[in-house]
Structures are given as structure tokens and as C-alpha cells.
């Protein structure tokens, strides 16, 4: 029996509307609920201003004839990741890796540890000062030392990587994991529901749209994370490639990585977004 | 099997900070199968106490309640409960919501999604199917909710104030649909509620409980025709039956009052 069905022996629920507070630790519902887009109108405007200010800014480059590795026009830009995609591929191919495999890690890691550490309140205040601490110190830094341990290898930064999404996983999850709502759960073990089934149909489905939340910003966090491991060690990966072509100040091609990490984070938004309109919009 | 609910000097005791919180004292009550039985009292009395002892999820700590001859000390699947808010699920739709009992009793979905289509037509909801809670009013929430508690034929059916949230009107509207209910289904009904002119209307025997701690007051059968004819809470016999009830539970305060043991609800949260 869990700590929520004991309480039910001790107290009646009270029936107030429990709409889950939305704003966790790090919430950032505002930014998914911004960003709806409605109809053809909207993505006619969207489209026209992105035309107005790369157009703007290919016409101010050639008209005063701005160098390359002053600020480079939108069309080389454009040449560039076109004409180096074939070798940047297999680097856009590693951070996808590190970033996917140390995400898979990390964040069920950090949901597993949400739901269990829930259950007992007093472990969970044991152990939260702990995971802010890796939330606030960026895991970036611990790269030079994975990397004396592990080696110049892929391992340093999928480590990395979970540590930079697992926590933010952890702490929005057990933001979710605490709304509980004491009137559903009473309504499911009135019918006989065992813990697990508390767990599935009540306690996971109140907690899900925090969920949500901790693995979009788990997600960015990991990005982050992997892009900046590749900067710090080895000779691979998107990273790698924005420090070697600003290094030769060859600004085009920097560019072309730079639109490849934000095609990335930008899925990563839009799934995670399909997501929540899918399962959190009824909390809305 | 006659007395399908029987509770025998049943006590509860809540610990709170500033002491122990007498809640219901050595109350009794029977009831028969097929009636329909209402428990007033004034607020803070200890009616919801009363009513949750029975579901077996807040055991009492004195005396003893059986359903169906059978002791309660955990929730039983032949026991209906519908509770003061519908209490719905916001994440399911109303067919994944009147479904959720047969879900979690792992009982085939598919047997029961006649009966409950015919149940969600008889509250005037098919269509609603599909719809989401949130897009529901109060009192369709609430038939919802009387649905749900419906879906896996319970024999016992217990209701904590089930209208007491909704505006007057439907709140009538919904009494008139229960007795329809309760005449379709004859399942025995143990109702609160602190509206005498709803216990009266609906209930075949009342019983009185005393402010708190909810003791035993008084018990009155309901003389009232059957199946209750429309206009009837207009009529002077109607009148006459909760003016008598109520005056009961004014001088219950009062004799509380004077033997100097009467309680403000202080702690009152429930109601
Ligand atoms: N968890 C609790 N702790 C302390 N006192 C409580 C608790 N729950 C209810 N009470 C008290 O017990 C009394 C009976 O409550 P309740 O059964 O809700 O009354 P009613 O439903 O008749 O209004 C009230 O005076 C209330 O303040
Ligand atoms: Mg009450």
C-alpha cells in the first residue's frame, strides 16, 4: 500500500478541483503554447518574414559586399550545407548518437527515479538537494575528467548527456508524481484497484503532462550537452565542426552546422509538442 | 437476505492538532433491500464519516457495519459509491470514464458496453460518448458519475450530498431522475444529505443524526405515495413531514446547547 492510500484511512478527500498547478520546476509550457499555429494566414506571415529578413540580409551583404568571414550571405550559407552535407553527415550522425543514447539513459533514469523516490517522502527530500546540485552545475565541465577516465572516446559524452537530461527528467516528473489527487485515487481503490493499478490509470495519466514537460527540456538540455561534449573532446561530431570552421573563420560552413544543431532542437520540440497536445491537453 | 446495510454503534475518532475530534458516536441504522433510506443531520454531524466507513475505505474505530451480511473492512464490488463531485477523469472520455470500475475489476470491456450504453441513455447522454468531462456542465458530470457507479450492477448504492454542488434547479431535476432510477433498478440506496426537503422527497425512512458527535436522534418512515406524484413537495403532507424533521434537529442544537456540549464546526473541512 502506498503513502497516498494510507492518508485516504486518515482523511477524507476534500473534492476541491485539483487541477495540477502547470508550472514546475522548469516549466516551459508557456513556449509549447505560444507556438500554435492556425491556418494558412499564420504560416503565410511566419514564411513572409523569414523572406523579408533573409532577403533583407542577402541584399546588405552584396550590396556592401561584406566578406565571408565577416558575415556570410543566406545563399552561401545555404551552398554550404548543401555541398558539405555528404561529409558533415556521419558528424550530424554522432551527436544524434550521443545525444539519443545518453538521452534514453538519462531520462529513464530520472522518470524511474521520480516515481519511485514519490513514494517515500522522506527520500525524496534526501535525494532532491542532491539532483539540483547536478541541474545547477553544467555537466559540460565533468567532460576533461570522464575523458581522462574513459579516453577519447564516444563514452565521455553519452555520460554527459545523461547527466544533463536525467535530472531536469527527474525534477519535473516528480513535480508531476506529487499532484495527487487523494478523491481518484479513493475512486479506483473503491473498486478494488491494487498499488500498480493506482500507479497506471490514476497517479501516471495526473502526472504525465509535467512528464511531458521534463523530457522537451530534458531533451534541449541533452543537446546542449552533446554539442558541447564535441567541442570539448575528440574530433567528431557537429561540435567539433562549429569549433573547426569558425576556427578558419570559414563562417558559411559554420553556419550550415549551426541550422544542423537547431534542426535537431527543433525536433526534439516538435515531437515532444505532438506529444503533449496528445496526451496534456486536458489539463488545458 | 433482508437488511442488506446494517450498522451497529459505529464511532469514529479523528486525531487533530488540537485533540480528538468526535466525529459519529455509537450510531446505528438498518436498512432493507430494495429501500431507499436518507441520513440528515446538520453540517459537521458526521454524515460523510458515516457514509466512507461504510465504502471501507476509512474504517470506522468502534463498532461494527456489515453489507450484505458480510463485515466491511475493505471496499466491496457489490457497493456503488457516488460522491459528492462527480470526480471524473479528465484524461478519459466519458465512455473510458463509466468503463474505469470494469477496467481496474479486469472484468471483459466488451461485456458490459451494452449496459452501459443503455445506462448512458437512460441519464440522456448518448452522444456524449466520446466528449471529454471538461466539456460537460455539473449536473452531466454527475450523471456521469451515476452511470460509473451503475456500470458493474452494484446492489448497494451509497450517495455522499451527489447534488449538492449543482444549482437548485437541476439539483430537483436530478432527484426526480435517481427515483427513476432506483425504480428501474431497486437497488438499495443509503443517502446523505442536509436537505431535509431532498431526504423527505426522495426516501422512504429518514434518520435523524445529532450535531456533532452524530448520535442516534430520530428515525421517520416517510409516508408519502409511491411513485411520488408530481407537484407533491407542493403539498401540505409534504410540508408537514420536513417541518417535523427540522424542527427535531433545531431542538437537538438547542439541547446541546444547553447541556453546554455543543461544538462550532471548527474543523469542519467536509461538508
Ligand atoms: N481528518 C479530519 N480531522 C479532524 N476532524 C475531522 C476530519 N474529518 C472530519 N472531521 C470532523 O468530523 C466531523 C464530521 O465530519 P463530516 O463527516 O464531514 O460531517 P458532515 O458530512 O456531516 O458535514 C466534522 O466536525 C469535521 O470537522
Ligand atoms: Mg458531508
Sequence with gaps: ?284 | MDEVIVVEKVSKVYASERGPVHAIDRFSMKVKEGDFVAIVGPSGCGKTTLLWGLTGLHPFNGGKAYILGEEVDKPRKDVGIIFQQANLLPWRNILQNVLFPIEIMKENIADYEERVKDLLDSVELTGFENHYPRELSGGMQQRVSIVRALSYDPKVLLMDEPFGALDAYTRDEMDTLLLGIWKKTKKTIAFVTHRIEEAVYLANKVYVMTPRPGTNSAVFDIDLPRPRPEGITMEQKYFEIVAEIKKRIVKDVEKQKEEGVYQSQAYSTVT
Design chain 1, 1 to 284: 500500500m502506498d503513502v497516498y492510500e494510507k492518508q485516504l484511512e486518515e482523511e477524507i478527500p476534500d473534492f476541491e478541483e485539483h487541477i495540477p498547478e502547470k508550472h514546475g520546476a522548469f516549466d516551459i509550457s508557456a513556449t509549447v503554447s505560444a507556438v500554435k499555429i492556425h491556418g494558412w494566414k499564420q504560416v503565410t506571415g511566419i514564411l513572409a518574414v523569414a523572406i523579408v529578413i533573409l532577403g533583407g540580409l542577402e541584399l546588405v551583404i552584396r550590396l556592401f559586399k561584406v566578406p565571408e568571414f565577416v558575415f556570410p550571405a543566406p545563399s552561401a550559407t545555404f551552398k554550404a550545407l548543401v555541398t558539405s552535407f555528404p561529409t558533415n553527415y556521419t558528424h550530424f550522425l554522432i551527436t544524434i548518437s550521443e545525444l539519443v543514447s545518453g538521452y534514453v539513459v538519462g531520462a529513464s533514469i530520472g522518470l524511474i527515479l521520480a516515481a519511485v523516490l514519490t513514494q517515500v517522502p522522506y527520500l525524496e527530500k534526501v535525494i532532491t538537494p542532491y539532483i539540483l546540485l547536478l541541474i545547477c552545475t553544467p555537466t559540460l565541465a565533468l567532460v576533461p575528467l570522464l575523458m581522462l577516465k574513459l579516453g577519447f572516446n564516444i563514452w565521455p559524452r553519452i555520460i554527459a548527456v545523461s547527466l544533463a537530461s536525467g535530472p531536469m527528467v527527474m525534477i519535473n516528473s516528480v513535480t508531476g508524481f506529487r499532484r495527487t489527487d487523494l478523491a481518484k485515487i479513493a475512486l479506483a481503490k473503491s473498486y478494488g484497484a491494487t498499488t500498480f493499478q493506482i500507479f497506471k490509470m490514476i497517479r501516471f495519466p495526473l502526472a504525465l503532462p509535467m512528464i511531458i514537460v521534463g523530457l522537451l527540456v530534458g531533451g534541449i538540455f541533452g543537446l546542449i550537452t552533446a554539442v558541447g561534449s564535441d567541442m570539448v573532446g575528440g574530433k567528431v561530431g557537429l561540435g567539433n565542426k562549429i569549433t573547426y570552421y569558425s576556427s578558419l573563420a570559414r563562417m558559411a560552413h559554420f553556419f550550415a552546422i549551426i541550422i544542423m544543431v537547431a534542426i535537431i532542437g527543433i525536433s526534439i520540440w516538435l515531437i515532444f509538442s505532438r506529444v503533449g497536445k496528445k496526451y496534456a491537453s486536458w489539463q488545458e
